[in-house]
């Protein structure tokens, strides 16, 4: 009996919940290293935000978008994705530019719920606004990079491309628009009929048929201008300036409309195929403009945090640190009221710690510590209490020796010490 969390979404209970946690603590620790400020902005956005941005053509505004009237019958939809929000906030906020900004926020998206793929899911996202130096695409894609790695992830391929601009993009779409044409009846049956919407994204489809005709498509590569062909070596030096490897992919568009320029995605080979995409971005710059906004350059990334952890797990690393701690066991009245102090005293040292809320057996007590996470616990008997010691066992092995009581703290702070 009872509810079931809505499909596609999901409960997070420890010890899940605390590796997401250490996710989330890792994305505020490592984006402020780089110098970036943290943003929060609505859960819901008037749907123009994303319609007007993401693309009539893209998936996300297709099918994705959880979309609903309020009371005032103003359309607003569930964030999808963050990028078209932080521009609107941090552009009408007048904030000084270039801005560099990050989010750690859930985003909705009604898609068919499988392996990766969810209706509501977690997003580390980077942005910078106000430049179009190659330096701020590569600072994105380097840091992606580190978080990746400071997860803990090995396997993590990054892939990039340049699609182009405003100046050369038309003339390619013209280009492979006429090459699909001459092969529509090679396509996958959606593309078939939808490949004029946007051409470039037949590049992308997974249908092995769409993939054949895509490998012998026109390359963007050869038909970019001057000044994508100039940024986009800029990006690679910087990439390997920074050590990075990465492969260059001709295919590669990213499902969002609004990129220009550098699109990248780090894939990882342990996730589903279509689900492989540990996180993706790239460069926006005429994003500010759809949105009735003052021309601001863009570029950035956003991981799926959810994604992360099962990559994590499909790897076979990332096991659940322990709660490290000290849960203190008495026994007798006298050993508690004692109890109660050491746990002020080590939590006032910042030492967690905790002990039962009311009075059972020794062996009731030592259950719950190991229930709790406890790494260490703290026992007090009479003679303890009597001598001004503690019993500090090691609940991994078993270890155990007595110490003075207030060197416990100290202890639990050094452990090998
Ligand atoms: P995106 O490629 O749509 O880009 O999403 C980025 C990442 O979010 C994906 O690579 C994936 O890891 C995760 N993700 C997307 N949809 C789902 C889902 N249904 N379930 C689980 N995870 C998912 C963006 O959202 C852009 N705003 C990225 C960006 C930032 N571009 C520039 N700045």
Redesign the pocket.
Known sequence: MGFAPPRGTADLLPPASEAMRRLYEEAHALAVLYGYRYVETPAFEATEVFAHTSGESSD?VRKEMYTFEDKSHRSLTLRP???APVVRAVVTSGASLPFKGYYVEA?W?Y?RPQK????E?R?L???VLGTELPGADVETIVLGAEYLRRAGLRDVRLEVNSIGDASCRPAYRETLLAYLERNRGRLHDEHKERYADNPLRVLDCRDDACRDVAREAPRIRDHLCNGCREHFDGVLRGLDEAGLAWERVDTLV???DYYVRTAY?YVSPVLPEG?A??????R?DGLAELLGLPATPG??????L??ILLAMKEEGGGAAEAVCGVFVVTMGAEARRSGGELVRELRAAGVPAQMAFDERSLKGQLRTADRAGAGFVAILGEREVADGTVTLRRLADGVEETVPRGDVASRMTRPDA
């Open positions: 996300v994705e963050g990028t985003m998206r898609g990766g793929r969810l209706r899911f997003q996202g980077v942005e990213r499902g969002l995605e689900q995409s540990l996180g993706g971005g790239g926006y570029v950035g990334f956003a991981l799926g959810d994604r």
